[in-house]
């Protein structure tokens, strides 16, 4: 890889994508209000408001298929062009999905061209996790990697935290009225989106981002196969997708059940903030714990920010959902365990996802096995230690990929198909053997999670010399 000379400083530069990475965040999640919301504007089935799901994450298989066959026969798009141009395309066509919704909602009326603009949608996306992720990941020495996007799939998940709360808001209260309760009050937020998707696209074109891209000759060919980290990797990334996915879109019919809190499922999904917070707040944690800030003013600034993030997760479901603070307080427990496995991984990330993957591991079993709050805040608790997963299997399965780190990206945002395979796998297992011991389809994804990070990620020489 060509980069700038004499080590700079790229703090500007990380700064700007991980913006990106918060407003593809806040997108995303969107969508799990847009099922339900779109199925009672269409009057659909559960089949078919669960098409939104489907219609966005086949988008990354399909589309990351597709960038692979390309970089096999023509070469590698990325490659040619530079990670920086490949944002600004990414951005480019999730703009136009975005702002698709408005014909959708008023020229048509169909929830067809809804799904469209939602596949669209996950095009760009996958262009955008094709190159943001190893950008983010060369941008600086490799011993940091993990850590800088750690901190940038903080703020992804911080948009993910707070865009169910605003995206409800806006969707459900602030643009509906007698005259226009239908399809038409999403055109205006989306709208909105697909502007502040444009403006992204234009700040980072004049903005001073490195231009890195490869000057190697591009290989027509499936080289990047060769690496035994990456091919452990993909399945390492499927298998961590689709249990956060499977777990968290269980967790209301879960929380509901007589033996676990008997909650209606509007009391249920008062508390799912906690599950999907606590991925952002063990990647801010990350993001500090495997970074090279020294040891004493590294675990303080962890307690601060554990503490800051919790207090505002605390802050929006308090005075947003009425949870009161002995309501919650299990969860504070659960962060302290948390602290001290991050202390035990020594900064190092497949340390760090292997005791990572055995404490899930264990309060998944947890769960299934006990009842009531015990069971609840074990399987809510579990997002702090998925939290790290993605950065460090994603750093450690393209390390050393030199010329073939965006065809390695490819092939890793193509198992983002976990999410799309698990969860209806759980949802049968669901309807044939009960809700609660459905939750051990997610526990092969965990030891295999664990596998990855002793022994999967380890690099084995090639004979071929990828160095850039």
């Not at 990325?78 to 975005?98: D, E, P, T």
């Not at 603009?117 to 996958?126: H, V």
């Not at 035994?228 to 993909?234: E, H, Q």
Request: charged letters at 10%; glycine letters at 8%.
């Amino acid at each position: 890889m060509n980069q700038e000379k004499n080590n700079p400083n790229y703090t500007s530069s990380l700064i700007v994508l991980t913006t990106l990475f918060f407003t593809w965040g806040f997108i995303t999640v969107l969508n799990d209000i847009l099922s339900p919301y779109l199925k009672g504007v269409f009057s659909l089935s559960h089949f078919e408001a669960n098409l939104v799901q489907f219609a966005f994450f086949i988008a990354y298989f399909l589309g990351s298929l597709i960038y692979f066959i390309l970089s096999i026969t023509v070469g590698d798009p990325i490659s040619r062009i530079g990670y920086k141009n490949g944002i600004i395309i990414g951005l480019f066509v999730s703009a136009v999905a975005c702002f698709l919704f408005y014909p959708a909602a008023t020229t048509f009326h169909s929830f067809g061209v809804f799904l469209g603009a939602l596949f669209l949608l996950g095009l760009g996306f996958t262009i955008l996790q094709i190159a943001a992720n190893p950008y983010v990941a060369i941008l600086g020495t490799p011993e940091t990697a993990s850590s800088r996007l750690n901190l940038s799939q903080a703020f992804n998940s911080f948009g993910t935290t707070i865009a169910p709360v605003l995206g409800g808001f806006f969707l459900f209260e602030y643009f509906i009225s007698d005259k226009n309760d239908g399809a038409s009050s999403v055109k205006i937020p989306y709208l909105f989106l697909s502007a502040v998707l444009v403006l992204l696209m234009i700040f980072i074109y004049f903005s001073k981002l490195p231009v890195l891209s490869n000057k190697d000759k591009i290989e027509k060919k499936a080289g990047v196969l060769k690496f035994p980290n990456l091919t452990y990797g993909m399945l390492a990334i499927f298998f961590y997708v689709g249990a956060e996915v499977a777990i968290g879109n269980n967790l209301v019919s879960f929380i509901g059940l007589p033996k676990i809190l008997g909650a209606t499922p509007g009391e249920a999904s008062n508390y799912l903030a906690y599950y999907w917070g606590g991925a952002m707040i063990g990647r801010f944690l990350g993001a500090v714990s495997l970074s090279g800030i020294k040891t004493v003013r590294k675990y303080i600034s962890m307690v601060l920010i554990a503490a800051a993030a919790f207090i505002m997760i605390y802050f929006i479901t308090y005075y947003m959902k009425g949870l009161k603070f002995e309501q919650v307080w299990y969860y504070v427990g659960f962060m302290i365990l948390n602290y001290f496995i991050f202390i035990l991984g020594r900064s190092l990330p497949a340390r760090t996802l292997a005791l990572f993957s055995v404490i899930a591991l264990v309060l998944l079993l947890t769960a299934i096995f006990t009842e009531g709050k015990v069971s609840m805040w074990c399987m809510l608790s579990i997002g702090l230690f998925n939290s790290i997963m993605w950065s460090n299997i994603f750093t450690l399965a393209i390390a050393g990929l030199g010329k073939y780190t965006s065809q390695g990206s490819s092939l890793l945002v193509m198992m983002i198909l976990g999410g799309a395979l698990l969860p209806p796998l759980q949802g049968f297992c669901a309807d044939n053997f009960g809700v609660q011991i459905s939750f051990l389809v997610p526990v092969l994804s965990y030891v295999y999670l664990f596998f990855y990070g002793i022994k999967g990620y380890k690099p084995k020489p090639v004979l071929e010399n990828n160095s850039d």
